[in-house]
């Protein structure tokens, strides 16, 4: 069964050679890479086709000023396989990923078994510092809170066939950010089977400053309020920061709510540090202290941008921009 691997890029110099390594040492290799470039201005195209001049399968396309879902779109009809796999420039991917997303395929299995039209593989943080440890603690779920039925794969770590990819009509090109989310909801609710594979997974490293983290996650709630989706979330996160400060300005007449305060907070920074916890085995004690106080803060970030992220998509919505299917 011959496999495509498909992939977007813009101004990835610094990360596109680590990525097509790992591609170049895959136990199954894919039979083509199609590459849809949205625009570079600095050596990332040089670099794909260095790749491509030692002998690898890559093609590039070049699509200035196209959005992740148009370029992903381009790169699938371009691509000959009846299987995508489509992943990420950024990310480093295990020797056995592509085999591992290929298995559910290319295994021989009882005929009367319904083959999956989507394979879920996984990803996990590869930071460089105490900065981006803490970063990946608080905002990446751990193999073990993954619900298998239910998980909803990146596309930096997916397989799915060109058929179910059609039957949805492509990922969502009216949307900039959140895309791959609605193309999961959009695959589930096509009645496709998902296979969750954790062995095939991309290494990538979380952001390395609050500025980059803040925008990447304005982005996405944008994104949200753009598909309209996690409405009740949302809602809740807007309930909880307004309840929140007004509990502890009442609390200076009932102490008591502050000890509530404090409750709800250690709870919603629980598994940030369950996850953390371990990562800091042998770290010098600055080290460990950094990254405590890092969650907490790291947390208010991302919610931050969520809250006022979230309106501006929803007002892009109301206002009428989403072409809906």
């Given at each position: 069964m011959k496999i495509s691997v498909i992939c977007t890029v813009k101004d990835e110099e610094k990360s596109i050679g680590d990525l097509l390594v790992s591609l170049r040492a895959q136990t199954?290799?894919?039979d083509e890479t199609i590459i849809t470039d949205g625009g570079s201005t600095d050596r990332?195209?040089?670099?794909?086709q260095e790749f491509a001049a030692s002998g690898m399968p890559i093609e590039v396309l070049a699509l200035p000023g196209s959005n992740i879902s148009q370029g992903r779109n381009a790169a699938i009809r371009a691509a000959s396989g009846q299987i995508i796999a489509s992943t990420d420039a950024g990310v480093c991917l295990e020797p056995c990923w592509l085999e591992e997303l290929a298995r559910p395929w290319e295994n021989g299995r009882n005929p009367e078994e319904v083959m999956p039209g989507v394979v879920s593989g996984f990803f996990l943080a590869d930071p460089k510092g105490v900065f981006e440890a803490a970063m990946g603690a608080t905002a990446l779920p751990s193999l073990g809170e993954i619900s298998p039925e239910s998980f909803l794969p990146s596309s930096r770590s997916v397989a799915f066939t060109k058929a179910a990819w059609e039957t949805v009509g492509g990922y969502p090109e009216w949307l900039d950010y959140c895309e791959d989310l609605v193309f999961d909801l959009s695959l589930r609710q096509a009645g496709l089977r998902f296979e969750f594979v954790p062995q095939a997974i991309a290494h990538f490293r979380p952001r390395s400053s609050l500025g980059s983290f803040f925008l990447q996650y304005f982005r996405y709630a944008r994104g949200d309020g753009k598909a309209d989706l996690w409405r009740k979330r949302h809602l809740i996160r807007y309930a909880a920061y307004t309840l929140g400060p007004l509990a502890l300005a009442i609390g200076f007449w009932y102490k008591s709510l502050w000890l509530l305060v404090l409750a709800g907070a250690l709870v919603y920074l629980w598994r940030p540090y369950r996850r953390l916890w371990?990562?800091?085995?042998?770290?010098?004690?600055?080290?460990?202290?950094?990254?405590?106080?890092?969650?907490?803060?790291?947390?208010?970030?991302?919610?931050l941008a969520k809250m006022i992220?979230?309106?501006?998509g929803l007002f892009w919505r109301l206002r009428g921009g989403a072409c809906h299917r």
């Open positions: 199954r290799p894919p990332t195209i040089e670099i794909i371990p990562m800091m085995r042998g770290w010098p004690l600055a080290h460990r202290v950094q990254a405590t106080i890092l969650v907490p803060v790291i947390r208010v970030t991302g919610d992220g979230y309106p501006v």
